[in-house]
């Protein structure tokens, strides 16, 4: 099984500061997600990531993937109170049959922005 | 444009009882997933589907079963609910391909309660 290893579980920060989550594994994956989820609500896809090296902007939100492919960071600049919620990252395993199956999820970084 | 949605949302059971949660899609996707999520453990896949009636286990598949008779819906069972399978359920569909250029979409989730 291969496992990805989110830091940190727990964040609360001021509103204007910046921050970075991190997703580790000793694993390599094909492509690397990053989920947001609110309370109540299923996962919603932010960025996907593929080649190692690769660096994605959403707005505030700074996705990259690490040049092995088995780490990722999420960096937001400014958080913003509407930023607070479950982040998540989930790897596709590189030798995933088909494409087809499931993904692998991390734990999962709480944060919360507070005004 | 409903996406997933799952059914019941919420449900609470007794030890032994069975019951099914029903996930349908408007996407015509062809895979199809059953996910659980519990407290500091993230998403861990049950079982899995590529196709209408094709199905596979995933990481935790032991007290459910699944069945894809029609495309668009995946229905997980619990033959005899365990205070264990208490958890938030998450279905989730995506279109054929790898995860790399794909979109897999959730339900709001069924929060399950065995007592």
């Known amino acids: 099984t291969q496992l990805l290893e989110q830091s940190p579980q727990f964040l609360s920060i001021q509103e204007g500061e910046n921050l970075t989550v991190y997703c580790n594994s000793s694993?390599?994956?094909?492509?690397l997600q990053w989920y947001r989820q609110e309370p109540g609500e299923g996962p919603v896809l932010l960025v996907t990531?593929?080649?190692?090296?690769e660096v994605k902007k959403l707005k505030r939100l700074t996705f990259q993937f690490g040049d092995a492919r088995k780490d990722s960071s999420l960096h937001i600049t400014a958080a913003q109170p509407g930023d607070t919620g479950l982040y998540l990252c989930?790897?596709?395993?590189?030798?995933?049959?088909?494409?087809?199956?499931?993904?692998?999820f991390g734990k999962g970084t709480h944060l919360i922005i507070q005004p | 444009n409903a996406g997933v949605t799952q059914t019941p949302k919420f449900r609470v059971l007794k030890t032994g009882q069975s019951m099914t949660l029903l996930c349908a899609q408007d996407?015509?996707?062809?895979?199809m997933y059953w996910y659980r999520q519990d407290p500091g453990m993230g998403l861990r896949l049950i079982h899995y589907s590529v196709g209408e009636g094709t199905t596979a286990k995933g990481e935790v598949p032991d007290g459910y079963n699944v069945s894809r008779l029609k495309k668009q819906n995946f229905l997980l069972g619990l033959e005899s609910a365990a205070p264990s399978q208490t958890s938030v359920y998450f279905c989730?569909?995506?279109?054929?391909?790898?995860?790399?250029?794909?979109?897999?979409?959730f339900g709001q989730g069924t929060r399950l309660t065995v007592v």
């Open positions: 990531v593929v080649t190692g090296g």
């Open positions: 989730a569909s995506r279109p054929q391909g790898t995860v790399a250029n794909t979109e897999a979409f």
């Open positions: 989930a790897g596709a395993p590189k030798y995933s049959g088909g494409g087809a199956d499931g993904l692998t």
């Open positions: 996407m015509n996707h062809e895979y």
């Open positions: 694993s390599v994956f094909s492509s």
